[in-house]
């Protein structure tokens, strides 16, 4: 059994990144600019917006947060991201989810311009990415397929499950593991025995949010396991919705929480970000 060793290789990038970004200051004087919109004071978001940060510091990108009370109207969000669209500092525009109730997140992630959407949650992006062209793809799926490309993983004609179908991680990875040849299955909360699925997978891709959801016997022997889950278990420490002990014994690789699919993400951030600019800059050349 081998780790997917997403630390090591977000460390990686983020050097590529920050080489690309003292390039981009040097060729035009341009820093490239990340807004992020944080809404409430959910503790995971503000850490995961805390990462996001620090991590832009690392490689010399902007970064602005908008920290807006719990109770914001809607009005007053769409407000500051039309600004942001309009604002030449910045290149991407990230929207920490999940938002409070009386907020409409459909309206608020069609209104931030294709171009800056550094997430790529607009349908603009999305129906790129399912037809196969170039566009912004959403972080956490890119990063997997980042990790996997540098293990020398190749997906093509591989029996992949998804396990999850949210817009975030399930649904384009499963666009993304297509584009790249394999056969993907996609499983869900109706989905129906799930461990018949899973057992015929050569790679499977969980990120679901149940701790332990993955299990030894549902996992075929020298299988790949991605582990996309972020989970607090009882001691509070995290841990994926793989059974990461007993399942190890069984595949060829797997991806441990943490140090597997989160750094990833967070890297795939900057590239993202990194990428509106350069396409900003030419632009404004
Ligand atoms: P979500 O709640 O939007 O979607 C969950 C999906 O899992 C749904 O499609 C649902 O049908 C499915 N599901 C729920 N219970 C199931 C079960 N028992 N069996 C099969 N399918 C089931 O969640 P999300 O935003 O997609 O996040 C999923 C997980 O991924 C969470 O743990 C989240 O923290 C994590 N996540 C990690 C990263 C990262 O960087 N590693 C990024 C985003 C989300």
Known sequence: MQLLDGK????KIELQVSDEVKLLKEKCGCTPGLAVVLVGHDPASAAYVNMKKKACERVG????????????SQDAIEKIITNMNNDS???????????PSQIDERRLLDL????????????????????????????TPLGVMQLLAEYDIDVKGKNCVVVGASNIVGKPMSSLLLNANATVEICHIFTDNLKKHTLAADIILVGVGVINL?????????AIVIDIGI???DEG???????FENVKQKCSYITPVPGGVGPMT?????SNTLKAAQVNSKERA
């Open 214 to 222: 993955i299990k030894e016997d549902m996992v075929k022997d020298d």
């Open 8 to 11: 090591k290789l977000s460390n």
């Open 237 to 243: 420490k995290l841990v994926g919705d793989v059974d």
């Open 61 to 72: 990108i902007y970064s602005i947060t908008h920290d807006m009370p719990e109770n914001i």
């Open 112 to 139: 931030v311009s294709p171009k800056k959407d550094v997430d790529g949650f607009h349908p603009f992006n999305i129906g790129r990415l399912t037809t196969g062209l170039d566009g912004f793809v959403p972080c």
């Open 266 to 270: 967070i890297a795939m951030l900057l």
């Open 231 to 233: 989970n607090r278990n």
């Open 89 to 99: 500092t910045i290149d991407g525009i990230l929207i920490q989810l999940p938002l």
